[in-house]
């Protein structure tokens, strides 16, 4: 089997890190791993498959001989870095915003659109972690009654900020605990720990910010969906791991919660966790304490939108999902794996 070379850019942060895990868990075939991150980082070591690698600074040079580039770093330094990889011959699956919604660049749910990654050109794109999570479930759905028009609610975990954003809700948590005053917010804008944020990214057309439009405007492009209409809400909750969210579709044609059960029950990626009768809580519906650190899209409250008797034709479900792994990290190896197919 062939054995490849392959770079992480960011390996030292949440995403980073766990590519490395899941390189190893989906049994990647790499030959020789490169680990680059900033200058704070590079000299340090770090452990693959009972080797330790050295972290390197990343610069365009670091590329040379690399197949695969995984980019797990932020919009800025993709974009300057990136295509120097390209340049160099490496494939790249990019986890930042800074080419998703490029002509020429695929944005792929390996579930969804896999046929994309065909015609690529040096450079794929990896979609935001609220957008995976709702279109996983959303597409056997779609597949089944077509969907219009899609009402969103998300309830984003800290580590979607990335190891500084657990960080500081791990730090808030502890203060709060120890009734010590809570440090100074740096990664959000207000404290977390014991509250809700209603914005995740800065404001963009007509009031939304841009967290809330890119369910839409990559919802368009991963389902082939030009006109798919959505209307999101994102929130940033204190929890550490795991996003949550609350969805409506409005379909072309009506079904019924149990053909939308059936069709989540049978769908790649998504695990159903519906039963209102459950005694155990865990078993009634998904909660992100249970989906964290593994790679499905567990769905539950699976239920026909009563709002609109006349149509009939919603349905209302809440799921939940790891963003780090099915998020960003699992779901970038998923296309990396299907490129050496
Ligand atoms: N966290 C999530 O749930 C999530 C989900 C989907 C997509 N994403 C996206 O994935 C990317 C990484 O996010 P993250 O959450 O893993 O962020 P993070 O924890 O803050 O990690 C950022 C990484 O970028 C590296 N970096 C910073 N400055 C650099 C430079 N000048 N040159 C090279 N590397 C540099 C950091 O290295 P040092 O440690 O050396 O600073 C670190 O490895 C972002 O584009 C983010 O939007 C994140």
Known sequence: MKQYTVAILGATGAVGTQ?????????????????????RSAGKTVEFRGEQIV???????????CDIVL????????????????KRGAVVVDNSHAFR?????????????????????????NPNCATIIGLVPT????????????????????????????????????????GEEIPEPRAFAAQLASNLIPQIGGVKEEGFTSEE????????????????RVNCTCVRVPVLRSHSESITLEFERDITAEEARVALAAAPGVKLV?????????ERFPMPMDTSDQDLIWVGRVRRDISNPEAARGITFWCCGDQIRKGAATNAVQIAKLLCE
């Open 19 to 39: 590519m490395l895990e899941c390189l190893n868990e989906q049994e990647f075939p790499v030959g020789k791993l490169k680990l680059l991150a900033s200058a």
């Open 55 to 65: 972290i390197e600074e990343a610069c365009p040079e670091a590329f040379e001989g």
């Open 71 to 86: 980019g797990a770093a932020g919009d800025d330094i993709a974009k300057e870095l990136l295509p120097e990889a390209v």
């Open 101 to 125: 919604m490029d002509p020429e660049v695929p944005l792929v749910v390996p579930e969804i659109n896999a046929d994309d990654i065909k015609w690529h050109h040096g450079l794929i794109a």
């Open 139 to 178: 597409w056997p759905l779609h597949q089944l009654a077509g969907v219009k028009r899609m009402i969103v609610s998300t309830y984003q975990a800290a580590s979607g900020a990335g190891a500084p954003g657990m960080a500081e809700l791990e730090a808030q948590l502890a203060a709060l605990g120890r």
């Open 213 to 228: 439009m890119k369910l839409q405007n990559e919802g368009r492009k991963i389902m082939h969906l030009p006109e798919l």
């Open 274 to 282: 519906d039963d209102m009768s459950a005694e155990d809580a865990h």
